[in-house]
């Protein structure tokens, strides 16, 4: 019997001004620590991290570009969990990408596409990527957290460490490799963006932009043309990965010292003339862009890529309300621009017995690799549908070059083209409100976004550098660079499925905030009148805590980070803490926004959309980060009173003769000469009580 607070006023913080320092600034009354950096050991007998470029064997310590996270309550002793522990746990994280200037002593050596890179520093780089998944504690219940650097726990997962596939699509041709002729395991994850946390104790991780490390090489396509993997190719296409593309790193061109070692060549994806589809690497890439599950209570298991929920840019995936007898939804967002909002139903109801059982992969089972993967279309009258991609059903049949539900779910993004769901810009994490179900999903901004393209749910497009919407209606040309070219500002979007229930197949939505400085005009920019305490760009980061306060009322508190680049003249990057009201709240103002198509010009066109209250006092600006960092990552202790939050890539564009970021040795003091690096704080408040509230 908890009474439960929604939209209410009641954030007990002062909002934190923007700021342009290289710290992390949180309230009067709060603390920030610093936890685990880039670099940090995890094991034993594996040295301090001297943050100099000469550090190596990062299978064993943290790598770089913390991102999405999850605490897990421990057991006050041994390993099993314990979900009301909040002074021990596991804090199982991401690590996105590098920011390789930093990791070797003067940057990357033979950095061209020609290479070839040295292998000891491509392996650096490669093992930088992954999970971390540690053992922290806090000393009493009140006292400082740490990481435990040699606990029985502690794992890193890395590109290279052995994966199984289950669902769908295992077994399936396009998975066979060399190293998997079978296509029923996998080496690695790689650029593991947002997360889920799964109510049997389980961490989902999410490959993101896996595309961009493959090289393809010129005259790929004609081979596979040839060699009846003309499907294949449209895919490829579809994902991005076109012929001539050297990949990020180039670590395919390493010459390794064992000529049997295939973990540099995997990332060349070009067929090999008169050999086998099975038995090169040209089918790599469709290794990536799944969703992956880590049981972090057991070190030695191996992670499952769960097919059911299809192939993208998976950026998080997380799971719906559970109710008893009811199948579960678990809600994805595919982050590109013009990409698609996903929802997986299980074919299995809820069972809440299956929370406590120990062979928490087997419950990973039941319940991500059966069910229907759905896509989303967002419809003008404030309703939507979710879309079935279901192979034989509808358009996604043999005649427009579907070949199976494999086929479907490899292929999602050509199956959402087919169904003609919405496309949305770049939909970032998903997240729930415990109290009403509703979800939630970051859009961050689309420049691509344009007065023809822009419908109901993705509204705002200038392609007037100049602003004449803002100069016209304001006589007050913005004050920043923001909203220069497309939706530069992003929002956030949120559904209620109708009947409240997770398998609905239809919903209601409304956009609950437009990011936007306070400076610009508020007929079709700040559309959510955002003042100086709560304006934003690029929101991102997007969880739910559930905490209760002083008196027992338990309030969902939604924070927000961002990931920006068009208000970064103002301000460094944010997160904010939100008590939202519910979809159509107050009924939903409809909002007249009226597009200038070019500069000067006096064409315009008008897109009609739906607004929710305006967030007013009920959002707040919580957290400002250091130079050049992204805020994402969040959770807290299940008591609310510690709140753990990953800053990525602080001073991701300076050099090591101009370091652009000192953080975070400068968070205590001085730090002169100290190369930036990435980790986790863990913020509490002073007098020991609930964060935000
Ligand atoms: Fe890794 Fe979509 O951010
Ligand atoms: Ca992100
Ligand atoms: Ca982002
Ligand atoms: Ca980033």
């Not at 399936?172 to 790689?190: E, F, H, K, N, Q």
């Not at 990057?573 to 409809?590: H, K, N, S």
Request: hydrophobic share 35%; with cysteine.
């Amino acid at each position: 019997n908890v009474s439960v607070t929604i939209g209410a006023p009641m954030l007990g913080f002062t909002a934190v001004a923007k700021s342009l320092a290289d710290t992390v600034a949180v309230p009067a009354g709060y603390s920030v620590a610093v936890l685990y950096r880039l670099g940090d050991p995890i094991a034993a007998g594996v040295g301090a991290y001297a943050n100099n470029g000469t550090d190596g064997n990062f299978a064993q310590r943290a790598g770089d570009h913390h991102d999405g996270m999850t605490y897990f309550g421990l057991a006050a002793a041994g390993n099993a969990p314990d979900p009301t522990n909040s002074s021990r746990g596991l804090l199982a994280l991401n690590h996105e990408n590098i920011t390789e200037v930093y990791l070797h002593p003067n940057g990357p050596s033979n950095f061209t596409a020609a290479g070839p890179r040295p292998e000891a520093e491509a392996l650096k780089e490669i093992e930088a990527h992954g999970v971390s998944v540690i053992e922290v504690n806090r000393a009493g219940t009140s006292g400082a957290w740490s990481y435990a650097p040699t606990a029985a726990l502690n794992r890193r997962v890395t590109p290279n460490t052995p994966m199984s596939f289950s669902g769908p699509v295992r077994g399936d041709p396009s998975l066979r490799t060399a190293y998997s002729p079978d296509g029923t395991t996998g080496r690695g994850t790689i650029n593991n963006c947002a997360n889920g946390t799964m109510p049997w104790h389980t961490y989902l991780t999410n490959e993101e932009n896996w595309a961009g490390y493959f090289r393809r090489d010129a005259g790929d396509l004609a081979v596979r043309a040839a060699t009846g993997q003309a499907r294949q190719n449209e895919s490829l296409r579809r994902y991005g990965i076109g012929e001539g593309r050297a990949g990020n790193y180039f670590w395919s061109t390493v010459r390794p010292s064992n000529p049997a070692d295939t973990r540099f060549r995997r990332w060349n994806a070009t067929a090999t003339t008169g050999v086998a589809a099975d038995a090169d690497f040209r089918n790599e890439p469709f290794q990536f862009g799944w969703v992956v599950e880590i049981d972090p209570f057991d070190p030695a298991s191996v992670p499952r890529k769960r097919t059911a929920l299809g192939r993208m840019n998976h950026e998080g995936c997380e799971i719906g309300r559970t109710v008893p007898g009811v199948r579960p939804a678990f809600y994805m967002g595919d982050d590109a621009q013009n990409e698609y909002i996903y929802k997986f139903v299980s074919d299995a109801v809820w069972s809440a017995a299956d929370a406590t059982r120990t062979d928490r992969l087997a419950v990973g089972d039941k319940y991500l690799d059966r069910g229907t993967l759905y896509v989303a279309r967002f419809d003008a009258t404030g309703r939507g549908q979710w879309l079935p991609l279901v192979f034989g059903q509808g358009p996604l049949t043999a005649a427009n070059g579907f070949t199976s539900q494999a086929d479907v779910l490899i292929n999602a993004r050509l199956a959402g083209d087919a169904l003609g769901a919405t496309r949305m810009d770049r939909p970032e994490w998903t997240a729930v409100n415990p109290a009403t179900g509703e979800m939630y999903c970051t859009l961050t901004n689309n420049t691509s976004r344009t007065p023809a393209t822009a419908d109901a749910a993705n509204p705002r497009a200038y392609v007037d550098p100049k602003l004449p919407q803002g100069d016209v209606v304001n006589a007050d040309p913005p004050t920043s660079a923001q909203a220069t070219r497309g939706n530069a500002n992003g929002h956030v979007i949120r559904i209620r499925e109708a009947g409240d229930t997770s398998e609905a197949i239809s919903f209601a939505w409304d956009i609950y905030a437009f990011g936007a400085g306070a400076d610009l005009n508020a007929q079709n920019i700040n559309l959510s009148g955002l003042d100086a305490s709560n304006d934003f760009s690029s929101p991102d980061g997007l969880w739910f805590g559930l905490p209760s306060n002083a008196s027992g009322q338990v309030t969902p508190v939604m924070w927000i980070q961002t990931d920006d680049g068009a208000y970064t003249d103002v301000t460094n990057c944010m997160m904010l803490a939100a008590i939202p009201g519910m979809t159509g709240d107050g009924g939903a103002r409809t909002v007249n926004n009226t597009l200038t198509t070019a500069a000067n010009a006096t064409t315009t066109s008008q897109v009609n959309t739906l607004v929710g209250k305006a967030p007013g006092a009920t959002l707040r600006r919580f957290l400002v980060g250091p130079k050049q960092c992204e805020i994402t990552g969040i959770h807290s202790t299940p008591d609310g009173r510690s709140l753990f939050v990953n800053i990525q890539h602080p001073g991701e564009s300076g050099s090591i003769a101009n370091l652009t970021s000192n953080w975070p040795a400068n968070q205590g003091g001085a730090a002169a000469g100290q190369r930036p690096r990435s980790a986790t704080i863990v913020i509490t408040r002073d007098d020991g009580g609930v964060v935000g509230l």
